[in-house]
């Protein structure tokens, strides 16, 4: 979508995204594979729901009823381990040899379960409605007023990560870009109301922009670029679902939005490499 979204073809994108890690792996992907390509920009996606919670090893009770353990990078690569080995897909291919290089049906490289892609409706939704609100719900701890102590810890702990980041990345020769995924309960105001009904909270214990507004404080003081989306994509929302339905990812609107947020930005600030022709 940024590739399309940016109409430059000589400007060549590569995704280094990996599903169930958190900062810590961001600064080792970067010093393990990422300088090697030699890029000029660096976007990281930074996900709200999880990605602070990931940095750190804090007891699940510390912060709301198994809000660390549903998300916690041990617990989903074990998880994640775990579906691909009852689905019957080793490693290596069926016959356990390798397979680089492998690609589904969609073309795109990976694994794909067994009949999946066939009866897959995303309109149907991923889960059902009591695990979509269990995890969307847990996720919300971040953005409850009792957490605010703990959300400050998180930072405290992931701020050198990410400046040490953004320090290797500069050094390079380099741009480091933060793009602030926002959740779907930050975005979706109905979807907000329901989860503090449901959990008998009251609003006034919510506070739904607080990890962006402490986030943005901390790269603002060491001058790092980012993007905050979140006041865009809850504007757009009350005109344009921006979310697969229960399933807890953008569909194709919100992946436009955030794309074209992405390349607005990175064209204020200078920051996309001049055309071959100069320009």
């Known amino acids: ?23 810590r792996f961001y600064l080792k992907m970067w010093e393990v594979e990422g300088r090697r390509l030699q890029p000029d920009l660096v976007i990281l ?94 996720r919300m701890a971040v953005c409850l007023e009792g957490n605010r102590p703990i959300v400050r810890r998180l930072l405290k702990t992931l701020r050198p990560i990410l400046e040490e980041l953004d320090r290797s990345v500069k050094e390079a020769g380099a741009e480091l870009v933060i793009f602030l995924i926002p959740d779907e309960f930050q975005v979706d105001d109905e979807l907000s109301v329901r989860l503090l009904a449901l959990n008998d909270t009251d609003r006034s214990e919510f506070s739904r922009n607080m990890p962006q507004t402490m986030l943005v404080a901390s790269f603002e003081k060491a001058g790092i670029h980012h993007i905050d989306p979140l006041r865009s994509f809850r504007s757009r929302s009350k005109a344009q679902d921006l979310y697969l339905p229960r399933n807890t990812h953008w569909n194709p609107a919100g992946h436009r939005l955030a794309a074209q947020m992405m390349v607005d930005y990175l064209i204020a600030e200078g920051l996309l490499p001049e055309h071959e022709d100069g320009s």
């Open 1 to 23: 979508m940024l590739r399309r979204t940016l109409d430059r073809s000589d400007v060549e994108v590569i995704s280094l995204g990996i599903p169930a890690i958190g900062p």
């Open 45 to 138: 996606g930074f996900f709200v729901g999880n990605d602070l919670k990931d940095n750190a090893g804090f007891r699940p009770d510390e912060g709301g009823p198994g809000w660390l353990l549903e998300h916690s990078l041990a617990v989903r690569s074990i998880r994640n381990l775990a579906r691909l080995l009852t689905s019957g897909i080793q490693h290596g291919g069926e016959n356990g040899r390798a397979a680089e290089g492998s690609r589904g049906s969609s073309g795109r490289p990976g694994y794909e379960l067994p009949g999946v892609a066939a009866s897959f409706d995303p309109a149907e939704g991923a889960m059902n409605e009591e695990t979509f609100m269990r995890i969307e719900w847990n």
